[in-house]
C-alpha cells in the first residue's frame, strides 16, 4: 500500500509565495507521473500541474507562469512552488502519483489534501 503525505498549506497574502511537498512511502517499483490537483469550495476538482518520469511538466493555463512543479526521485517527494498567489488559488491541494508497484502493476494513489488559503 502506497500512501501520499501532503504538507506545506496554510494561509498566505495575495501576492505571497508558498511551497507544497507531497512525500510518497510503501511499495513503489518506479513512479511514471506526479501531480497535483485542486478543489475550491463548489467546484470539481481541477488539475494544476504534472511533471513525469522524463521531467516533461505542463501546467494549467491558470497557474502557468506562477507554480512550479519539481520532483526529487530519490526521495519519491514532488513540490509545487507557488508564486504570486491569487484569491482564486484558495483550494484543498491535493497531489497523485501514477506508479508501478513491486508487482509491476500500474495504479494510482492520492494524497489526503492540504488547504491553501489566500487571504489578506
Known amino acids: 500500500q502506497v500512501r501520499l503525505v501532503e504538507s506545506g498549506g496554510g494561509l498566505v497574502q495575495p501576492g505571497g509565495s508558498l511551497t507544497l511537498s507531497c512525500a510518497a512511502s510503501?511499495?513503489?517499483?518506479?513512479?511514471?507521473?506526479m501531480g497535483w490537483y485542486r478543489q475550491a469550495p463548489g467546484h470539481q476538482r481541477e488539475w494544476v500541474a504534472t511533471?513525469?518520469?522524463?521531467?516533461?511538466?505542463s501546467y494549467a493555463d491558470s497557474v502557468k507562469g506562477r507554480f512550479a512543479i519539481s520532483r526529487d526521485n530519490a526521495k519519491n517527494t514532488t513540490y509545487l512552488l507557488m508564486n504570486n498567489v491569487l484569491p482564486e488559488d484558495t483550494a484543498v491541494y491535493y497531489c497523485?502519483?501514477?506508479?508501478?508497484?513491486?508487482?509491476?502493476?500500474?495504479?494510482?494513489?492520492w494524497g489526503q489534501g492540504t488547504q491553501v488559503t489566500v487571504s489578506s
Open positions: 497523485n502519483f501514477d506508479y508501478y508497484d513491486s508487482n509491476a502493476y500500474f495504479t494510482s494513489a
Open positions: 511533471i513525469n518520469s522524463a521531467d516533461i511538466i
Open positions: 510503501g511499495s513503489i517499483f518506479s513512479i511514471y507521473s
